[in-house]
């Protein structure tokens, strides 16, 4: 929309919490107990410098790499997150705005979007799984993916499933009953062009789960399918190779910080890891993701491909990223602060940002492509890197 152009992830986060209620804003900050995560997932690429050249620069820049066999034209995707009632159309918009702007969709399983709709809307969509209810449960959310047509398969183990917030959790409804407007009412009248939003689009925010429905039932809801995966028995070594190979092809394991993790991984199979710690959502007192990188890919990178998910809030984020050792990094709060601000054209205007900044340090680092980014191009303090897990 005109008008609504905005020049960093700052901004946009800054619009989105002046836009949406404020229980929502909360939800997507999120994080668990002291936050110390998801404050370093952040902090720690400002202590990464770089080590830029002054001549012989090179005019011309190729951004485009591809991750698990799919071309995209950055090397940053979307990262699958739960139900995204910051705005009407949902992971639909976003699955535009990425194919738009050349690049992947993650669409996670708690997502309020069918994922027929969604491919619809972007053919390179991943489809993300939890480890929830038994084999025969996942059989039915794979085979419903391949048909819808996803082109690979993200497994996301990680999560210990901490609740408690110092600075303290939204309240969230499990349905938006008759009740349950009146009791947020006050919050909606606050934000006016939101409730708008909403209002054109004919319905209310979903807070059901259509990817986690079985055959021929209705979708439950958020909490009730939650409720399911802390219910359900924990998945082995043996559980990711299996479901590796149910799937049959690019397979994603996402939440790897350990070398030793990273090597198993590898002998189960799969095509890609994602060095993540669940965006600060998981174990507080995690290191931020970056910091575990380059161990984790001097160990593994020359045998599977490596993501960077957390903490990425512009494109000098993602060179850094690059130069320790990841083929592409996976975004989260940065879109979904573009979408709560301006829908999908907010979305664009994020992986916009993330270009211009990526362009500029590859300019300025004096190369003519995201693949001769290294660490001889950064400035790394002495104890920056944290080596989880067993010795290389």
Same mark, same amino acid.
């Given at each position: ?45 400002? /202590? ?14 190729? $951004? ?52 027929? /709709?969604?491919? +619809? ?20 959310? $794979?085979?419903?993916?391949? +048909? ?39 919050? !909606? ?26 055959? !021929? ?47 198993? +991984? ?31 890919? /001097? ?5 599977? /491909? ?27 709060? +940065? ?18 940002? $993330?270009?211009? !900044? ?35």
């Amino acid at each position: 929309m005109a008008g609504e152009w905005f020049e960093t992830v700052a901004e946009a986060q800054r619009r989105a919490k002046k836009r949406i209620p404020k229980s929502v804003y909360a939800a997507l900050v999120a994080g668990s107990e002291r936050g110390l995560t998801v404050e370093d997932n952040v902090a720690a690429f400002a /202590e990464l410098g770089f080590a830029p050249r002054v001549a012989g620069l090179q005019s011309k820049r190729d $951004l485009a790499t591809t991750v698990m066999g799919q071309p995209v034209s950055i090397p940053a995707i979307i990262s699958p997150t739960g139900a995204q009632g910051v705005h009407p159309e949902g992971e639909v918009a976003v699955a535009r705005a990425a194919a738009a702007r050349g690049t992947v969709m993650s669409l996670s399983s708690f997502a309020s979007k069918p994922v027929e /709709e969604v491919v +619809a809307a972007n053919p390179q969509t991943l489809f993300q799984v939890y480890w929830v209810g038994g084999r025969s449960q996942l059989r039915q959310r $794979l085979e419903r993916a391949r +048909a819808a047509g996803a082109v690979g398969l993200i497994a996301t183990l990680d999560w210990s499933f901490a609740h408690g917030r110092d600075w303290g959790s939204p309240a969230i409804p499990e349905r938006m009953s008759f009740r349950t407007m009146v009791k947020l009412a006050p919050e !909606g009248i606050t934000r006016p062009r939101w409730l708008l939003q909403y209002a054109r689009a004919g319905a209310l925010p979903d807070l059901t789960v259509p990817n986690m429905a079985a055959p !021929g039932q209705p979708p439950p809801t958020f909490f009730g399918a939650y409720g399911e995966w802390m219910q359900t028995p924990l998945p082995s070594w043996d559980d990711v190779a299996w479901l590796r190979r149910e799937w049959g092809g690019p397979f994603m394991l996402k939440g790897v910080m350990r070398v030793d993790d990273a090597k198993r +991984a590898v002998d189960a199979g799969v095509t890609a890891i994602s060095v993540s710690n669940h965006g600060g959502n998981n174990l507080d007192g995690t290191p931020a993701s970056i910091r575990a990188l380059p161990a984790i890919a /001097e160990a593994v990178g020359d045998q599977i /491909e490596i993501l960077l998910d957390g903490g990425i809030r512009r494109g000098g984020d993602v060179a850094k990223a690059l130069a320790l050792g990841a083929r592409a990094v996976m975004i989260g709060r +940065a879109y979904l602060w573009g979408l709560a601000a301006n829908g999908q054209a907010g979305v664009e205007n994020v992986f916009d940002i $993330l270009r211009a !900044g990526l362009d500029a340090a590859v300019l300025g680092l004096g190369h003519s492509s995201v693949h001769d980014l290294g660490q001889a191009d950064l400035v790394i303090p002495d104890g920056f890197t944290r080596h989880l897990g067993e010795s290389t």
